[in-house]
């Protein structure tokens, strides 16, 4: 063990509470967009390039959600780095290619921030650009 380090019982109790407040926050956030109208498609759907948190259909739109829970909105915002938007990108096409279903559908990356105590903040295409899919 590396002097300073957690014991790992410790840190696995960690990794399975965060893991638990995840999929919660991913509960919740579904039925917000739900009460907005859309068909939620997917739940943690793995991808070979990577997993989507939510996988949601409103129209002719597919949104693509990434789900933050954090102690506030403004920290959950930010904690979408670049490589992740990349990974979504890149797993949004290939959903959107691979499922005949959904290839004509405009593809959108919409962002779902929470934080206790405060009602959920949906950014519907939270990172215009670069998708280049659908109608």
Do not use: C
Not at 103 to 109: A, G, H, Q, T
Request: proline share 7%; no cysteine; aromatic share 4%.
């Amino acid at each position: 063990m590396v002097a300073g380090a957690p014991p790992p019982l410790a840190r696995q109790a960690r990794g399975a509470a965060a893991r638990k407040l995840g999929r919660r926050a991913e509960v919740w956030a579904a039925l917000w967009l739900m009460l907005k109208g859309y068909r939620i498609l997917g739940f943690r759907l793995a991808t070979p390039l990577g997993e989507i948190d939510l996988l949601a259909q409103r129209g002719r739109v597919l949104a693509v959600v990434e789900v933050k829970q954090r102690t506030t909105i403004e920290d959950a915002l930010d904690a979408v780095t670049p490589t992740q938007r990349e990974r979504l990108r890149r797993a949004a096409a290939h959903v959107s290619a691979h499922r005949a279903s959904l290839r004509d559908l405009f593809v959108r990356l919409d962002l779902i921030a929470l934080a206790p105590g405060r009602a959920p903040r949906h950014l519907p295409d939270a990172w215009p650009g670069g998708l280049g899919l659908g109608a």
